[in-house]
């Protein structure tokens, strides 16, 4: 069984920082791509930011400069790094993977359970 358990948020305050990190377990035989999303109360779920393989990276318009995204293939981790956080960035934050279990399969989308990001004075 595919598991993607995040962790790492929380609440701070405005210009404070975080770090996201979500770990993929189970039977993997790679991961193509991994997708931070979030979503707030009453709002659609938005890409926050992505990174597909280790060579290309695109990022939602209001965190570019803000974000970064990174992955640590060892650990079949990804990481969102979360600086000059602002009141409207609080939301769930979702990670999402698309993977192969074995070789010659097709991708599959497998998400974890969130975590919240709060940012408040």
């Known amino acids: 069984q595919v598991q993607l358990v995040e962790s790492g948020g929380g609440s701070v305050h405005p210009g404070g920082s975080l770090r996201l990190s979500c770990a993929v377990s189970?039977?993997?035989?790679?991961?193509?791509?991994m997708i931070w999303f979030r979503q707030a109360p009453g709002k659609q779920r938005d890409m926050v930011a992505q990174i597909v393989n280790d060579e290309y990276t695109n990022y939602l318009e209001s965190v570019r400069g803000r974000f970064t995204i990174s992955r640590e293939n060892a650990k079949n981790t990804v990481y969102l790094q979360m600086n000059s956080l602002k009141p409207e960035d609080t939301a769930v934050y979702y990670c999402n993977a698309a993977l192969r279990v074995r070789q010659g399969a097709s991708l599959e989308s497998y998400w974890g359970q969130g975590t919240q990001v709060t940012v408040s004075s």
């Open positions: 189970g039977s993997i035989f790679e991961i193509n791509t």
